[in-house]
């Protein structure tokens, strides 16, 4: 029975198929559906049928011209779709390729019309292969010196780091600077000192002052005593290392 049933509406289904493949079909639909929105929309709606129709005949077909215009409005559309739609394309088409065979015309003239042949055109790639070939060269040979000098500075800071691990106490007791010795110098004359005096006295600016301060702390030469009566000063002294230092600077300075 179901073979029967498909065997008989086999021609049908093919038959609207092919209507619905038809332009003209398709755009016929497509118009009239959005032409009689409301119609869709009274159908589709959850109102009764007596209501549904009642609706129908008071909103989409009032009078005999709505229901012309219904009917014949959407096939209009469809027809200037078809054709309107389509010499509006082709003048847009003609009008674009008019404007760029003007632009080609004016840019012929504006060359002179001197156009390349075929040698000097081939002349013109292989030079411009020579150049890209050699700028990639010129950019390995860069990339190679940056490798070896990326190898040298790392075999420079191994030797580096190596010799300053095997620096004994006095030796790294040389590699203060002037200013950081002063600093320890005035402390060793002076015993104790706050720290505005002793940057007055050291005549170090206080950017320099404050960073060499902080590194003889660090390193341990210099203490910082809390002040007895204000939070606001801290005093400064030597420590053992730091007069250490200061004896042995004094005892090279006496030999030389």
């Given at each position: 029975?179901?073979?029967?049933?498909?065997?008989?509406?086999?021609?049908?289904?093919?038959?609207?198929?092919?209507?619905?493949?038809?332009?003209?079909?398709?755009?016929?639909?497509?118009?009239?559906?959005?032409?009689?929105?409301?119609?869709?929309?009274?159908?589709?709606?959850?109102n009764?049928i007596?209501t549904?129709?009642?609706?129908?005949?008071?909103?989409?077909?009032?009078?005999?011209?709505?229901?012309?215009?219904?009917?014949?409005?959407?096939?209009?559309?469809?027809?200037?779709?078809?054709?309107?739609?389509q010499?509006?394309?082709?003048?847009?088409?003609?009008?674009?390729?008019?404007?760029?065979?003007?632009?080609?015309n004016?840019?012929?003239?504006?060359?002179?019309?001197?156009?390349?042949?075929?040698?000097?055109?081939?002349?013109?790639?292989?030079?411009?292969?020579?150049?890209?070939?050699?700028?990639?060269?010129?950019?390995?040979?860069?990339?190679?010196?940056?490798?070896?000098?990326?190898?040298?500075v790392?075999?420079?800071a191994?030797?580096?780091?190596?010799?300053?691990?095997?620096?004994?106490?006095k030796?790294?007791?040389?590699?203060?600077?002037?200013?950081?010795?002063?600093?320890?110098t005035?402390?060793?004359?002076?015993?104790?000192?706050?720290?505005?005096?002793?940057?007055?006295?050291?005549?170090?600016?206080?950017?320099?002052?404050?960073?060499?301060i902080?590194?003889?702390?660090?390193?341990?030469?210099?203490?910082?005593?809390?002040?007895?009566?204000?939070?606001?000063?801290?005093?400064?002294?030597?420590?053992?290392?730091?007069?250490?230092?200061?004896?042995?600077?004094?005892?090279?300075?006496s030999?030389?």
């Amino acid at each position: 029975m179901k073979e029967t049933l498909e065997y008989l509406f086999a021609p049908l289904k093919e038959a609207v198929a092919s209507r619905f493949a038809s332009p003209l079909t398709s755009s016929y639909v497509i118009s009239w559906s959005l032409w009689n929105y409301k119609l869709i929309m009274i159908v589709f709606s959850s109102n009764s049928i007596s209501t549904t129709f009642g609706l129908i005949d008071k909103h989409v077909f009032p009078n005999a011209t709505a229901t012309f215009m219904n009917l014949f409005a959407p096939f209009a559309l469809a027809i200037f779709y078809l054709y309107g739609y389509q010499k509006l394309s082709n003048w847009i088409h003609k009008d674009q390729t008019t404007l760029q065979i003007g632009h080609q015309n004016k840019l012929k003239e504006a060359t002179k019309g001197a156009l390349l042949t075929l040698e000097e055109s081939m002349i013109i790639q292989g030079e411009m292969i020579a150049l890209r070939l050699n700028k990639d060269t010129e950019i390995a040979d860069l990339r190679r010196q940056q490798i070896e000098l990326e190898l040298v500075v790392k075999t420079q800071a191994e030797k580096l780091a190596k010799f300053e691990s095997g620096l004994d106490k006095k030796q790294k007791e040389l590699l203060l600077s002037e200013d950081e010795s002063t600093i320890l110098t005035v402390l060793g004359a002076h015993q104790k000192l706050d720290g505005q005096q002793l940057k007055q006295i050291s005549k170090i600016p206080t950017l320099s002052f404050d960073y060499f301060i902080k590194k003889l702390v660090d390193q341990k030469y210099v203490a910082e005593v809390p002040h007895e009566d204000s939070l606001d000063f801290t005093i400064y002294e030597l420590t053992q290392a730091g007069r250490f230092y200061v004896l042995n600077r004094e005892k090279s300075k006496s030999s030389e």
